[in-house]
């Protein structure tokens, strides 16, 4: 009755179903990925769920061919002019993942080599690169590693939304009171100059050709046509040498700006939720390995990481003065976490941010401006590309 593919589907589901219902009670504060991946975890550790559910419930093999999918997905949805207006933003994140994955020359005496170099991408990353390096150490027979980079994945946004949302609200203050000293006359020039600016093209864009042709585009069409870039992505892999996730990447981005696609094509063809499902399986067996004698090293080398992680972060863009490429202290910190974050985590901030500071909808709506462009570029530029060209590179520096 209960041993069979159907049951052990049901409770992997299960476990995911309720991390969302507590993260939506508890409105992002405790994190769905985190309550999922403990779930598993203690159910592993006490022997409540086989350690090959995820093979039991089929999902094995979809884990598989899953990656390129998502990751030309999250190709698609990068805006390269957006990406360019806030060059200044893209510079400091990039040079902030830089710092951390130097910083983890100073934690492989601490951790281990190994252990450093699968947490480092995941730090800097999300899922994707959480798959990558997980399913590259469980390859290679090293399981603590493995478990170690998921857990990270599952704790990095109780360690970045407080540093996040806590130099977003100091940002949020000097601009408010900039802009009540003003009467509001800074907003007002923002918006005029904005508005100028979009004047000088008077010509009304063009619908590009997705637009033109979206009623083509139904679930087969686009799910086909991921199909097919994620094929060559692998191709691509496998004559260069270089990981097709990297390729992946390249070619959603590049084909996406010729306005070909939709944006996050699987989100359009109605797949984001199951492909998240089949992402997800692949990081599960990597908890099945651990023991309860490992818990205690597993939380020393989680604190290791995240306590250098954050003073180096510290270092870099609040005392010394690389934070002048932004002008402010604040928000080169507030950009330099989004690396542990990541789309949404920081578009919620913001919004956090701009309620907690602003007293009403117009000053809201000033913080807001001030500083969504510049989180969300930092997760986007982090998390959905750069760390999965880390990944790819990373994979390759593991020893056996």
Same mark, same amino acid.
Request: charge should be neutral; glycine fraction near 8%.
């Given at each position: 009755?209960?041993?069979?593919?159907?049951?052990?589907? #049901?409770?992997?589901?299960?476990?995911?179903?309720?991390?969302?219902?507590?993260?939506?009670?508890?409105?992002?504060?405790?994190?769905?990925?985190?309550?999922?991946?403990?779930?598993?975890?203690?159910?592993?550790?006490?022997?409540?769920?086989?350690?090959?559910?995820?093979?039991?419930?089929?999902?094995?093999?979809?884990?598989?061919?899953?990656?390129?999918?998502?990751?030309?997905?999250?190709?698609?949805?990068?805006?390269?002019? &957006?990406?360019?207006?806030?060059?200044?933003?893209?510079?400091?994140? /990039?040079?902030?993942?830089?710092?951390?994955?130097?910083?983890?020359?100073?934690? @492989?005496?601490?951790?281990?080599?190994? &252990?450093? @170099?699968?947490?480092?991408? +995941?730090?800097?990353?999300?899922?994707?690169?959480?798959?990558?390096?997980?399913?590259?150490?469980?390859?290679?027979?090293?399981?603590?590693?493995?478990?170690?980079?998921?857990?990270?994945?599952?704790?990095?946004?109780?360690?970045?939304?407080?540093?996040?949302?806590? *130099?977003?609200?100091?940002?949020?203050?000097?601009?408010?009171?900039?802009?009540?000293?003003?009467?509001?006359?800074?907003?007002?020039?923002?918006?005029?100059?904005?508005?100028?600016?979009?004047?000088?093209?008077?010509?009304?864009?063009?619908?590009?050709?997705?637009?033109?042709?979206?009623? *083509?585009?139904?679930?087969?069409?686009?799910?086909?046509?991921?199909?097919?870039?994620?094929?060559?992505?692998?191709?691509?892999?496998?004559?260069?040498?270089?990981?097709?996730? /990297?390729?992946?990447?390249?070619?959603?981005?590049?084909?996406?700006?010729?306005?070909?696609?939709?944006?996050?094509?699987?989100?359009?063809?109605?797949?984001?939720? +199951?492909?998240?499902?089949?992402?997800?399986?692949? /990081? @599960?067996?990597?908890?099945?390995?651990?023991?309860?004698?490992?818990?205690?090293?597993?939380?020393?080398?989680?604190?290791?990481? #995240?306590?250098?992680?954050?003073?180096?972060?510290?270092?870099?863009?609040?005392?010394?003065?690389?934070?002048?490429?932004?002008?402010?202290?604040?928000?080169?910190?507030?950009?330099?976490?989004?690396?542990?974050?990541?789309?949404?985590?920081? *578009?919620?901030?913001?919004?956090?941010?701009?309620?907690?500071?602003?007293?009403?909808?117009?000053?809201?709506? *000033?913080?807001?401006?001030?500083?969504?462009?510049?989180?969300?570029?930092?997760?986007?530029?982090?998390?959905?590309?750069?760390?999965? /060209?880390?990944?790819?590179? #990373?994979?390759?520096?593991?020893?056996?």
């Amino acid at each position: 009755m209960f041993d069979n593919v159907f049951f052990y589907l #049901f409770l992997c589901l299960l476990f995911f179903g309720i991390g969302d219902v507590l993260g939506t009670l508890t409105k992002a504060k405790l994190s769905s990925v985190f309550v999922s991946l403990f779930l598993f975890l203690i159910c592993f550790v006490t022997g409540l769920i086989p350690p090959d559910i995820i093979k039991q419930a089929g999902l094995t093999e979809v884990g598989k061919w899953v990656t390129p999918f998502i990751v030309f997905s999250m190709g698609t949805s990068i805006n390269l002019r &957006e990406f360019i207006a806030e060059w200044r933003t893209l510079v400091t994140a /990039i040079f902030s993942m830089v710092v951390v994955a130097i910083a983890g020359l100073a934690m @492989i005496p601490l951790i281990g080599y190994n &252990e450093t @170099i699968v947490s480092v991408p +995941i730090i800097n990353g999300g899922i994707v690169a959480t798959q990558i390096m997980t399913s590259a150490a469980l390859e290679h027979g090293m399981n603590l590693a493995a478990a170690l980079g998921a857990i990270v994945y599952a704790v990095q946004k109780f360690v970045g939304t407080p540093i996040a949302s806590y *130099y977003g609200i100091r940002e949020a203050r000097v601009l408010i009171e900039e802009y009540r000293r003003t009467g509001g006359a800074v907003a007002k020039a923002k918006t005029e100059q904005k508005a100028g600016a979009e004047k000088t093209d008077e010509a009304p864009a063009k619908p590009n050709f997705f637009e033109s042709h979206k009623k *083509y585009y139904g679930v087969f069409v686009s799910l086909a046509i991921t199909a097919f870039f994620a094929w060559v992505a692998f191709v691509l892999g496998k004559w260069t040498g270089l990981a097709s996730s /990297i390729w992946a990447l390249i070619l959603g981005t590049l084909v996406s700006a010729t306005g070909m696609l939709p944006k996050n094509i699987l989100k359009h063809s109605n797949s984001s939720g +199951i492909f998240n499902v089949f992402i997800f399986a692949t /990081i @599960i067996p990597s908890l099945a390995q651990i023991r309860l004698e490992d818990l205690s090293t597993l939380a020393y080398a989680l604190v290791v990481l #995240f306590v250098v992680t954050c003073a180096v972060l510290y270092l870099f863009f609040y005392v010394l003065p690389f934070w002048k490429l932004l002008g402010s202290r604040n928000l080169a910190m507030g950009v330099s976490v989004g690396q542990l974050l990541g789309f949404p985590a920081t *578009y919620l901030i913001v919004n956090e941010v701009a309620k907690a500071v602003g007293e009403n909808e117009a000053e809201m709506q *000033y913080i807001s401006d001030h500083l969504m462009p510049k989180y969300l570029v930092s997760g986007f530029a982090t998390v959905t590309s750069c760390s999965v /060209i880390m990944a790819g590179i #990373f994979q390759g520096l593991l020893q056996p």
